[in-house]
């Protein structure tokens, strides 16, 4: 196979950027955490059963080479550029705060048909290993660290006509009502407040892709211990 032949992986921003691998990393590592919390009961003599809480969101990690020194084959934008716009993509463009929804650009990492990944750059290292006379890096290794950007985030719903206050979740698939109330209050116990704030009687029996109301923590702790309503 020529060289001409060879599939770049490639980095798109959200923004309009992009940034072509002059060298294709060797490696690329997916990863993905599900969650168990096992609450002991009191002078039971037996290990507690663990109740899945969910799953944590799918990181694609990878380390890229971007070399100078030979300039038939440098970077398009040069090694320091090319550092810069990685860091760049970690940030909140000025625009996004005029808009109301300050977030940094999504960047997609592209392998041909093989990879394709969009997230948010959540981590990035960059090491310079060679300079020239002047002190300008020629070569630079950098590991990055993209979490995927769900299909549905969840996010506040102030608008929708619920009580002030509360903020609203999408029950995903492999998800469950103890895991939002993880993800919201750091507390899986507290699923019985986000019940009792919907209405509902059977958790086991909620529809993936049901918007769920999620109170307040003060809210959810009152309503857990059998105090309010809900709505």
Known sequence: ??????VRA??????????????????VHLS?????????????????RPQFVGTG?????????FDDFD??????KGVPETVRQLFDWTCVPAGSYDQGTP???????SWGTGVGFTGFLQHVQAEYTMFDANGTPLRATADISLQKVPDDPQGTNPTSGGIAGRRSALLADCDSLAGIAYREYGDPGLWRGIAVAN??????RV??????????RTQAVEFSRGGGHGR
């Open 57 to 65: 969101p799918e990181i694609l990690t990878a380390k890229l080479l």
């Open 71 to 76: 300039t038939m084959g440098g970077t398009t």
């Open 1 to 6: 196979m020529s060289a001409d032949a060879i």
């Open 207 to 216: 529809p993936v892709g049901t918007r769920l109301l999620v109170p307040p």
């Open 10 to 27: 490639v980095l798109t921003g959200s923004d309009g950027h992009d940034l072509p691998c002059q060298f294709n990393p060797s490696t």
């Open 199 to 204: 209405g509902i009687e059977d958790p086991a």
């Open 32 to 48: 993905k955490t599900s969650t168990w919390s096992a609450q002991p009961t009191r002078g039971s003599a037996k290990t507690p």
């Open 103 to 109: 977030q940094p650009p999504t960047v997609t990492f």
